[in-house]
Protein backbone atom coordinates (compact mmCIF):
# COMPACT_ATOMS: atom_id res chain seq x y z
CA UNK A 1 0.00 0.00 0.00
CA UNK A 2 1.20 3.24 -1.23
CA UNK A 3 0.99 5.95 1.36
CA UNK A 4 2.67 9.89 1.14
CA UNK A 5 2.83 11.72 4.46
CA UNK A 6 3.29 15.61 4.63
CA UNK A 7 4.46 17.70 7.60
CA UNK A 8 5.35 21.32 8.04
CA UNK A 9 1.93 23.18 8.05
CA UNK A 10 1.90 26.09 10.49
CA UNK A 11 1.24 29.28 10.71
CA UNK A 12 3.59 32.25 10.11
CA UNK A 13 3.45 36.02 9.31
CA UNK A 14 3.55 37.84 6.31
CA UNK A 15 7.19 37.15 4.42
CA UNK A 16 7.90 34.10 6.41
CA UNK A 17 9.03 30.64 5.47
CA UNK A 18 8.56 27.01 5.86
CA UNK A 19 9.09 23.74 5.07
CA UNK A 20 7.21 21.36 3.92
CA UNK A 21 8.14 17.50 4.13
CA UNK A 22 5.90 14.58 2.17
CA UNK A 23 7.35 10.78 3.60
CA UNK A 24 6.51 8.04 1.07
CA UNK A 25 6.47 4.41 1.45
CA UNK A 26 5.31 1.64 -0.58
CA UNK A 27 6.82 2.79 -3.43
CA UNK A 28 10.07 4.94 -5.27
CA UNK A 29 10.08 8.22 -5.31
CA UNK A 30 12.89 7.68 -7.90
CA UNK A 31 10.26 6.05 -10.38
CA UNK A 32 7.83 8.87 -9.82
CA UNK A 33 6.93 12.14 -10.59
CA UNK A 34 6.05 14.03 -7.92
CA UNK A 35 4.32 17.09 -7.40
CA UNK A 36 2.91 19.69 -4.86
CA UNK A 37 -0.60 21.13 -4.97
CA UNK A 38 -2.82 23.12 -3.10
CA UNK A 39 -6.31 24.40 -2.16
CA UNK A 40 -7.38 27.57 -1.30
CA UNK A 41 -10.31 28.56 0.77
CA UNK A 42 -13.16 28.16 -1.32
CA UNK A 43 -11.54 27.02 -4.84
CA UNK A 44 -10.43 24.46 -6.76
CA UNK A 45 -7.25 22.31 -6.09
CA UNK A 46 -4.34 23.82 -8.10
CA UNK A 47 -0.57 22.68 -8.63
CA UNK A 48 2.01 24.47 -7.55
CA UNK A 49 4.90 22.61 -8.16
CA UNK A 50 6.69 18.88 -9.61
CA UNK A 51 9.76 17.49 -10.66
CA UNK A 52 9.30 15.28 -13.25
CA UNK A 53 10.36 11.40 -13.54
CA UNK A 54 11.63 11.22 -17.03
CA UNK A 55 14.11 13.98 -17.16
CA UNK A 56 14.06 15.25 -13.39
CA UNK A 57 13.10 18.67 -14.79
CA UNK A 58 11.36 21.13 -12.29
CA UNK A 59 8.16 23.55 -13.03
CA UNK A 60 6.63 26.03 -10.63
CA UNK A 61 3.53 27.93 -10.90
CA UNK A 62 3.25 31.47 -12.37
CA UNK A 63 1.99 32.46 -8.64
CA UNK A 64 5.51 30.94 -7.06
CA UNK A 65 7.38 33.91 -8.65
CA UNK A 66 10.59 32.43 -7.28
CA UNK A 67 9.40 32.03 -4.19
CA UNK A 68 9.42 28.50 -3.71
CA UNK A 69 11.75 25.76 -4.18
CA UNK A 70 10.68 21.76 -4.96
CA UNK A 71 13.46 19.11 -4.30
CA UNK A 72 13.18 15.60 -3.72
CA UNK A 73 15.48 13.14 -1.49
CA UNK A 74 15.54 9.74 -3.82
CA UNK A 75 17.52 7.54 -1.13
CA UNK A 76 15.15 7.98 1.63
CA UNK A 77 12.10 8.54 -0.52
CA UNK A 78 10.45 11.81 0.05
CA UNK A 79 10.51 15.32 -1.20
CA UNK A 80 10.10 18.92 -0.52
CA UNK A 81 8.88 22.04 -0.80
CA UNK A 82 10.59 25.20 0.65
CA UNK A 83 8.71 28.34 0.86
CA UNK A 84 10.04 31.59 1.38
CA UNK A 85 8.29 35.20 1.40
CA UNK A 86 5.05 33.56 1.93
CA UNK A 87 2.11 35.87 1.53
CA UNK A 88 -1.43 35.82 2.79
CA UNK A 89 -2.91 34.57 -0.30
CA UNK A 90 -0.83 31.58 -0.20
CA UNK A 91 -3.13 30.54 2.96
CA UNK A 92 -4.74 26.92 2.12
CA UNK A 93 -4.04 22.86 2.39
CA UNK A 94 -1.31 21.56 0.65
CA UNK A 95 -1.05 18.10 -0.73
CA UNK A 96 1.61 16.33 -2.19
CA UNK A 97 1.62 13.59 -4.92
CA UNK A 98 2.71 11.03 -7.09
CA UNK A 99 2.12 9.85 -10.73
CA UNK A 100 3.70 5.97 -10.17
CA UNK A 101 6.20 5.44 -13.08
CA UNK A 102 4.84 8.67 -14.51
CA UNK A 103 5.52 9.02 -18.80
CA UNK A 104 4.33 13.16 -18.32
CA UNK A 105 7.03 15.18 -20.39
CA UNK A 106 7.40 18.87 -20.80
CA UNK A 107 4.49 20.01 -17.62
CA UNK A 108 3.13 18.50 -14.20
CA UNK A 109 1.12 15.80 -13.89
CA UNK A 110 -2.34 17.29 -13.84
CA UNK A 111 -4.70 15.67 -11.32
CA UNK A 112 -6.10 12.77 -13.32
CA UNK A 113 -2.56 11.63 -13.58
CA UNK A 114 -1.97 11.41 -10.05
CA UNK A 115 -1.89 7.90 -8.18
CA UNK A 116 -1.73 8.81 -4.56
CA UNK A 117 -2.07 11.59 -2.74
CA UNK A 118 -1.48 12.80 0.91
CA UNK A 119 -3.69 14.08 3.45
CA UNK A 120 -2.97 17.87 3.06
CA UNK A 121 -1.39 20.39 5.30
CA UNK A 122 -2.71 23.38 6.43
CA UNK A 123 -0.53 26.48 5.58
CA UNK A 124 -1.93 29.55 7.50
CA UNK A 125 0.09 32.96 6.04
CA UNK A 126 -0.87 36.60 8.27
CA UNK A 127 -0.95 39.84 7.14
Known amino acids: QVQLVESGGDSVQRGGSLRLTCVVS????????IAWFRQLPGKEREYVSCILRRDEKTYYADFVKGRFTVSRDDADDRFYLQMNNLEPGDTGIYFC????????????????????WGQGTQVTVAS
Open 97 to 116: AIDRWSVVYGTCPSSINIDD
Open 26 to 33: GFRVKNSA
